[in-house]
């Protein structure tokens, strides 16, 4: 057995939710954070059987696609002495996609 876990934009989260349902994949949905944007995202925990994790994979890759995006910087510093104008320009972000660790389960208990 394997504990799936994939941290996914917010934006994603109802179409991995669907589909997961759609091939009868039992997922804990817990809201996150992420640091960099400060944005939010859905982290998904998965306990599924070996020979399942490819097509938990597969689900996840084919519904959480990265994107680009523009943001402004989340830590602004202008010195007006120099003229630093730039922190406060937006910057163009790639976004989505799925971060996703496979972990081994020593044991597995259902009270």
Do not use: W
Not at 65 to 74: G, H, I, L, M, V
Not at 87 to 96: D, F, K, M, Q, S
């Amino acid at each position: 057995m394997k504990l799936v876990l994939a941290i996914i934009q917010d934006q994603d989260a109802a179409r991995l939710s669907a589909a997961f349902i759609d091939n009868n994949v039992r997922a804990t949905k817990l809201s996150s954070t992420g640091g960099f944007l400060r944005a939010g995202n859905s982290t998904y925990i998965v306990g599924v059987e070996d020979d399942r994790v490819p097509a938990v994979l597969d689900i996840i890759k084919h519904n959480c696609q990265a994107r680009d995006e523009y943001t402004t910087p989340p830590l602004v510093s202008i010195d007006a002495a120099a003229g630093d104008a730039a922190a406060t320009n937006p910057i163009e972000v790639r976004v989505g996609g799925a971060t996703v660790f496979v972990l081994p389960v020593d044991a597995f208990h259902q009270f």
